[in-house]
Every structure is written in structure tokens, then in C-alpha cells.
């Protein structure tokens, strides 16, 4: 196999693990965020609930509850796993166990803004909704976005734990074609594709930092 | 003169910790008075009080004759408060000027100004800004509308804080220790503004540490102790009080 076709296919896997990431950052940012309204909430259940999900999707391998998300409906209600489902299992695997991570860079933002920010809403007669995402959350946003960068690029390299369930994203097309051409270079390609990623995500990132740094607080 | 504010044995404790403890005031419209007093004696937490920032546990409260909460029962009875929906048409009434400003650090100086009247008052966008730029020209700050709050001095600063909350014409502003986070430079640029709002007839009540700015610019001066009202005057009265707490207290003030 020659150089090209080895870089056409690793491509076309790539394609999947943009798109693994793409996915699971829609979904578990905003699910980061109601995750942490329950993890803050005033109710000890919601509360309660929350903390032990978020403990249970910190303290597990990510490796196993793509397979728990992914064969669970078989083996808990008896439904047949359709082809398709593949891929969903792994968004949602990935979405749910990021939304935890996220859930935490959140809480702690929130958190960190000082009690008078609140309170000059208040006066001023915003209600509570106006409060939170007019004047709060455009400044919390601001202080994790380091923390949210970090999550981020791991989420890169976590892509290939796909592979487990079978979805050929390109750390799964490289193993292959490593073992069928006894070679190692397909792995050494997949490497610097992954390489290249992180570094146009941690661009778009730096970038992002330095639109927020028109003001301090 | 119509009573603007009425608090009647207004209490308030913080675990079980009384801090306000029988406090009743009036304040008619076009009236300055400044609370004094030492710290812990309550101050704050009456301002608090009265800004619906804490709930008070007993007494009343009025606006302009309005009820925001009565008492259970008798006169000292614990508070009942009216349904959330109507308490809050009574955040027009008044405006809190902070200690440590509290401006919202990612809105630009006039954003900071016309974002409340635009979106919570409902006022067109284009007369909010005239409104704030002619404030910021009263305030000496009409080349500061697009800068950030980072870029300002503290006396700026607050000063655009007290622009802020006049941004919402209210009937009664509040002063929670305006300047106790300056030094005495931008001090004096502040009690400026204040003691212009004071010749305009602002009705104000500041709680303050500046004994003869206090001396100067109020009607009436409140001392406060204990979570009591120890004595109210005008300020020749309080000045010159019998009392001999008052007279060490303001002497300790003077001569530092």
C-alpha cells in the first residue's frame, strides 16, 4: 500500500473523529451547564443526583460506558442494536461524559463571581434569568475558557477511544492498516494528523481568549 | 412633605446574631440624611434592607405609601412581604450606590448606563443614551462613554455607579459607604457629585464615615449602634449631643 492510499484512508477516518468532536461539543456544552445548575441547585435530591452522576462519569474509563451506552439497551430491556446506533452510542457516551467535566469548569466559574455582581442586577431591577446569562455567564465564560481549552484538546485524543465499540474513526483505520502491512507508519500519520488538530483547535481557543481580553475584571 | 421611605421596628438577624434590632425612619422627598455610626452597628444591613438586597424578619416598610411588607400581628410582629411580582416594581423607586462599585466589568461605561433603562424599564435606546450622556457630562465623564470600567480610576469609577443608578431616575438613592474604598483624592471627587445631588435635591440617605461631609451636606444625621437608632438630628443637634457616646465617637472621627 502505497503513502497516498495510506493518507486517503486515515482521511476518511479522520472525517469520523472531526465529526466524534464536532458532536460531542454541541451536546455537552450546553448539557455542561444545565448539569451544573443541578449540581448548585437549592434542592438536596437534584443535588444529590448530579454529584453522583458527575462522580460516576469522572471515577469510570470513558472506554467503558461507550460500551455500557452502547450494549445496555440490549442487555437491560432485550431491543436489538441497529448499525446506526453505533455512532450515536459514541456521541452520547461522549457527550454525557464531557458534560460532567464541563459541569464541574462551570460550577467553579459560577462560583468564583463575586456576590455584588448579583446584587447590582438586582438593584437595578434585572430578573434572574437577565442576570445570569446578560451579565454572569458572558464573565464566567471568560475566566474558564483555559480549563474549557484543556477538555477540549483531551477530547481530541479521546476520540480514538471509539475503537472500542467499532466505529472506524482514524486511530481504528490506522491500527488496521498497521497490523494487515506490519508497519508502523500509518500509527506515526495518525499521530501527526492528531497533532495538527490540536493545534488548529488550541488556535481557534487562543484566538477566542484574546476577543474576551478587551476587558478584565 | 410626603413620606418617600417608612420603616417602622424594622429587625433583621443573621444566625440568630441581631444586627438590626428595632429601627424605625422616615424620609420625606428632598431629604439627605446620612447614618453614622460604628462598624457592625448595622448601617449597611438597614440600606440592605431597604434596597429588598435581605429580607428584614419584623416591621414594615414603605414606599410613597405603598406597602412592601407589614407586620404579622402587632406593630413589631415578624414581616410579610407582597408577592414577588409586585415587589418588583418597587426597584424603581430606588437606586444603590455600593462601596466597591460593583459596574459590570465586560459592559462599556455607557453600556453600564443604558442597559438597565433599555431593558428592564423598557426606554427606547436612543433617549436612554442622551439621558446617559448628558449624566456622564454632569459627572465630568463625557469622554469616558466607551471605556471599560478597567480603565477607569476608582473615583471614576464610582462616579459611573452613581450614574448608573440616577440612569433609572429613582425617588431615593442609597449610599453604602461610597468612598470608603478610595483614597482621599477620589474621595473628594465623589463627595462632589454627591454634594451636587444634594443642591438638586436628590433625595439621599448615605451611610458614611466623612463626619463633616456628613456635617455639610445632610438635613438629618442618624447615629447608629447596636442595631438601634442611639440618636437622630440635624447636624448641629448630633454635633453638639449630650450624649456622651455620640461626642466620642464623632471626636474619634475628626481627629483622624
Known sequence: MDLGTILLQLGSGLIVSVEIFFLTLLFSLPLGLIVAFGRMSRNGIVRTVTKVYISVMRGTPLMLQLIVVYFGPYYLFGLRISATYRFIAVIIGFAINYAAYFAEIYRSGIESMPKGQYEAAKVLGYGRMQTFFLIILPQVIKRILPSVTNEIITLVKDTSLAFVIAVAEMFTVAKQIAAAQTTVVPLMIAGAYYYVFNLLVALAMERIEKHYRYYEM | ?256
Do not use: W
Open chain 2, 1 to 256: 412633605m410626603e413620606n418617600l421611605l417608612e420603616i417602622r421596628h424594622m429587625r433583621k438577624a443573621f444566625d440568630e446574631l441581631g444586627v438590626l434590632r428595632d429601627i424605625s425612619l422616615t424620609v420625606k422627598k428632598g431629604e439627605v440624611v446620612s447614618i453614622i455610626g460604628p462598624s457592625g452597628s448595622g448601617k449597611s444591613t438597614l440600606l440592605r434592607c431597604a434596597a429588598l438586597l435581605e429580607n428584614m424578619d419584623g416591621g414594615s416598610l414603605s414606599y410613597l405609601g405603598q406597602t412592601v411588607c407589614r407586620p404579622e400581628g402587632d406593630a413589631a410582629g415578624d414581616s410579610i412581604y407582597v408577592p414577588k411580582k409586585e415587589l418588583r416594581k418597587f426597584h424603581r423607586c430606588f437606586g444603590l450606590v455600593f462601596q466597591n462599585f460593583n459596574l459590570f466589568p465586560h459592559y462599556s461605561v455607557l453600556k453600564n448606563i443604558v442597559d438597565a433603562p433599555v431593558r428592564v424599564a423598557g426606554i427606547p435606546k436612543k433617549e436612554a443614551e442622551e439621558t446617559a450622556r448628558s449624566l456622564l457630562a454632569q459627572l465630568g465623564l463625557e469622554d469616558k462613554a466607551d471605556a471599560y470600567p478597567c480603565q477607569l480610576s476608582g473615583g471614576q469609577q464610582q462616579r459611573v455607579s452613581i450614574a448608573r443608578a440616577l440612569a433609572l431616575k429613582p425617588e431615593i438613592l442609597f449610599f453604602d459607604e461610597p468612598t470608603s474604598a478610595l483614597d482621599p483624592e477620589l474621595t473628594g471627587e465623589v463627595l462632589k457629585v454627591i454634594r451636587q445631588l444634594a443642591k438638586e435635591h436628590m433625595t439621599m440617605i448615605i451611610v458614611t464615615h466623612e463626619m463633616s461631609f456628613a456635617r455639610e451636606v445632610s438635613d438629618r444625621i442618624i447615629f447608629m449602634e447596636e442595631g438601634l437608632i442611639q440618636e437622630e438630628g440635624t447636624p448641629e443637634e448630633l454635633f453638639h449631643s449630650s450624649k456622651e457616646r455620640v461626642q466620642e465617637f464623632i471626636g474619634k472621627l475628626a481627629a483622624s
